[in-house]
């Protein structure tokens, strides 16, 4: 039983900000890596960034790379997505997901959370 709860989506005007958060509970808590995807219509779920589980290490697809950045904060059971210069095509319903490593390669676990959506303006 694990929950994971989204917020920080909203409209934001191209080249713009945003940060969305993703709140872990359940009677489970132990720790994991966790990844943010997203999926436009039309499209198949992406994985945007991922983060290992102390937080040491993270990674990025090409299309956000200096663009984002994912963090966490343990003691809150909270990860984070900051994306800044906001482009048209990140418009999209923003997933936070618990996942593993196997080596350096992230893997879903198959928990989401409900997501948060992300439009942007021209």
């Known amino acids: 039983q694990v929950q994971l709860v989204e917020s920080g989506g909203g409209l934001v005007q191209a080249g713009g900000s945003l940060t969305l958060s993703c709140e872990r509970s359940g009677s489970i808590l132990s720790m994991s890596a966790m990844g943010w995807y997203r999926q436009a219509p039309g499209n198949s779920r992406e994985l945007v960034a991922f983060i290992t589980t102390s937080g040491g290490d993270t990674n990025y697809a090409d299309s956000v790379k200096g663009r984002c950045t994912i963090s966490r904060d343990n003691a809150k059971n909270t990860v984070y997505l900051q994306m800044n210069g906001l482009k048209t095509e990140d418009a999209a319903n923003y997933y936070c997901?618990?996942?593993?490593?196997?080596?350096?390669?992230?893997?879903?676990?198959?928990?989401w959370g409900q997501g948060t959506q992300v439009t942007v303006s021209s």
């Open positions: 997901n618990l996942g593993y490593m196997r080596g350096t390669y992230y893997y879903s676990s198959g928990y």
